[in-house]
Structure formats: C-alpha cells, structure tokens
C-alpha cells in the first residue's frame, strides 16, 4: 500500500534553473519544503515529517550541491519505494547559454567549474542529472520562462494535492525556433493553410478570433481535433495508470503566431471539458 503518492515531491534540476523560485511557490502554496538536503538521509525525514502526520505535503530539493553524497540519490529513491512512498520527481532544464547567463548575473561559480570553465560545469552537471531527468514525472524547461510563468506552471501542477487528473500544460511554438525539449507530444499544425498568407489576418495572433476561425474551421483541422482529441485521451488513461500526472502539449506551426496558437488554445479547451487541469504557454508569441 503506497504511503504516498502526490503528496511528497523530490525537486532536482540544473543550477541556474530555478530550483529556489520553485521551493519558494511550493512553500507559498502549503508544502513543507525541505533544501539541499544529502539525499541519504531522504527516507529518515521523510518517515519523521510525512509517516507520523506531521504534515501532509512535502517538498525535497536534491542536487549537485551535496557533492559526492549526491551519488547516493537513486539508492535512496529505491530505499524510499521499498517502503511504500511514491514521489513524484520534479526536474529544471535550462539551456547551456541560459544558465551561463543566470550564473553570471549571480556571481556565483557553478557547484562543479573547480578550476575550469563554467561550461565545463555545466557539462559535468548535466551528466550526473542524465538518469533522474530520464525517469523524472514533470520537467520544465525553464530557458523561456520568467519567475511569474515558471510560478503559474508550478502551481498548475501542484497547487491542488486532492485532484488526481492529469494536469496538462499546452505549448504553442514556432519549429523556426526550435521543438521545447520538456515536450512529452509534439503535433505539427504546418499541415494547415497559413494565415500569414492572408494579409487582414498576418497582422493578428491565434488569439484572436477571426485568425481562429480561419485555423480551426478547415477541414483538415477538424479532422485532427477529432482524431487528437482520442489520442490524448488514450495518453490520459495510460499516464494516470501508470501513476505519471503531467503532460506537456506541443503544438508547433511555422513561427509560432497564428496555427500553433488557435490550436493550442482550442486543446487546452476541450482537455479542461475532460477535467483536466490545464495551463497554455505561447512560447514564441511576439518573437516575430
């Protein structure tokens, strides 16, 4: 019988990413939040604070900071299974040139440069994080985000402990630009008539309405609306049986403004009718 599942979080990620603005918003939203603590003492604290009631949710952040002692983590996450815990793994991804930029406005040398280049750093950091990234429930990728929409993503996936729905994020980017890498599905709207082409509609974004009717009212798109609309309920099912809670929607067109968009926000609308908490980010809007 799981002790835990959706109430105890273990929060890692790439320094630089927002490991702290994270901490903070869990610890606004209720949760007990536990930093930088050596990953073998996981299951001792979490047997004091969760397994005697002290409080109902808690938050651990782990990373690279503890040293050596951080090669301990994926026996301590063993050791906590064994004993009916489920936590669900939180994980910050940032771009190499992003962080540099974060680690440097800080002033601050990245926990593992020693002697060499901060990118070397980063380097070494990103091949210790390579395993919980791969099995991590939720990763964000923070390169794109300010504090406020890194917040409103947290709280989207953690603010209500008692809805056991999938909660869903939908973003809409330019392929220009490149494919998010926290990405679970990417769909590709390129395969429908562009609105750039239009000239009163390439002035407008996918939020408005004349450019949503002319995306959403094709065909082809409808077609697809009908057809995705199965394969994430599919995706829906199987996640939450196998006990993963968050998923995060691609939808790219060419420069992320008109197709992407309408899209995006038209997914988010029917994956909310289905009780799916879901937040839309429009990643490149306003890049053009």
């Not at 490991?19 to 001792?44: C, H, I, K, Q, Y």
């Not at 890194?150 to 392929?175: H, I, P, Q």
Request: glycine fraction near 10%; proline fraction near 5%.
């Amino acid at each position: 019988m799981e002790k835990s599942s959706g109430n105890l979080i273990i929060v890692s990620g790439m320094s630089g990413a927002g490991r702290s603005a994270v901490a903070d918003v869990l610890e606004d939203l209720g949760w007990f939040v536990v930093d930088n603590l050596p990953p073998m003492f996981l299951t001792t604290i979490v047997d004091q604070v969760i397994g005697t009631g002290a409080t109902p949710r808690m938050a651990i952040v782990v990373d690279v900071r503890t040293g050596s002692f951080f090669d301990t983590l994926p026996k301590a996450l063993e050791d906590l299974r064994e004993k009916g815990y489920r936590p669900l793994t939180l994980f910050l991804e940032a771009a190499d040139d992003i962080i540099v930029r974060r680690q440097e406005s800080v002033r601050r040398p990245h926990p593992l440069q020693g002697d060499g280049r901060l990118l070397d750093g980063i380097q070494r950091e990103r091949e210790l994080l390579a395993e919980i990234r791969g099995t991590a429930d939720l990763v964000i990728d923070t390169s794109n985000l300010n504090i406020h929409q890194l917040g409103a993503k947290v709280r989207n996936a953690f603010g209500d402990e008692e809805n056991a729905e999938l909660r869903a994020t939908v973003v809409s980017f330019g392929f220009k630009y490149g494919i998010p890498v926290d990405a679970d599905v990417v769909a590709d709207m390129r395969f429908i008539p562009n609105p750039y082409w239009q000239p009163d509609l390439r002035p407008m974004t996918g939020q408005d309405r004349l450019v949503s009717d002319f995306v959403l009212g094709h065909p082809l798109a409808q077609q697809f609306l009908q057809d995705y609309e199965g394969v994430l309920n599919t995706l829906r099912t199987g996640y939450l049986n196998e006990g993963k809670r968050f998923v995060t929607v691609a939808v790219g067109c060419t420069g992320g403004k008109h197709r992407s968009v309408a899209m995006a926000e038209e997914l988010a609308r029917r994956l909310r009718e289905k009780g799916s908490p879901t937040l839309v980010v429009h990643r490149d809007l306003g890049r053009e």
